[in-house]
């Protein structure tokens, strides 16, 4: 997945109508940071542990307000939790043994995809695919 930087998605915060606070750029900051899918009390956790006073509800609130504005994906990956990550054009392979999320991005699935949509008269706007698996042994 291509980065991005704060500044870019404090950008995209600002052009989807979200105003800017220290309490989201700390979100971003921390989903930026992370390589997992942390869902809202993880993320909680770390913004405590790195000294940030912020409530849980706080990070509810942005979360909600970030994921509305197309910024942040809340996933449900089989479980009750949503789990967060920056919006980016990729897919997730969850290996069910362990509950990892592996990312990944692969053309000829998405070329098909996009020849079956307009097949039937379509176009893609938005996709999610999960991949649940198990290693092969």
Same mark, same amino acid.
């Given at each position: 997945?291509?980065?991005?930087?704060?500044?870019?998605?404090?950008?995209?915060?600002?052009?989807?109508? @979200?105003?800017? %606070?220290? &309490?989201?750029?700390?979100? @971003?900051?921390?989903?930026?940071?992370?390589?997992?899918?942390?869902?809202?009390? !993880?993320?909680?956790?770390?913004?405590? %542990?790195?000294?940030?006073?912020?409530? @849980? !509800? +706080?990070?509810?609130? &942005?979360?909600? #307000?970030?994921?509305?504005?197309?910024?942040? *994906?809340?996933? #449900?990956?089989?479980?009750?939790?949503?789990?967060?990550?920056? +919006?980016?054009? #990729?897919? #997730?392979?969850?290996?069910? %043994? !362990?509950?990892?999320?592996?990312?990944? *991005?692969?053309?000829? @699935? &998405?070329?098909?995809?996009?020849?079956?949509?307009?097949?039937?008269?379509?176009?893609?706007?938005?996709?999610?695919?999960?991949?649940?698996?198990?290693?092969?042994?």
């Amino acid at each position: 997945m291509d980065e991005l930087s704060l500044a870019e998605l404090e950008s995209r915060c600002q052009q989807r109508g @979200l105003r800017s %606070s220290a &309490n989201l750029r700390d979100i @971003l900051e921390a989903l930026i940071a992370g390589p997992d899918h942390p869902d809202a009390e !993880t993320l909680h956790q770390r913004l405590r %542990s790195r000294g940030r006073r912020v409530s @849980l !509800t +706080t990070v509810y609130r &942005n979360l909600s #307000h970030l994921v509305a504005a197309g910024v942040v *994906s809340a996933h #449900h990956f089989g479980s009750a939790k949503a789990r967060y990550e920056i +919006t980016a054009a #990729h897919d #997730h392979l969850i290996d069910i %043994s !362990t509950g990892k999320i592996i990312e990944f *991005s692969e053309p000829r @699935l &998405n070329a098909l995809e996009e020849k079956i949509a307009a097949q039937m008269g379509y176009r893609i706007v938005r996709k999610r695919v999960a991949l649940y698996a198990v290693p092969i042994e």
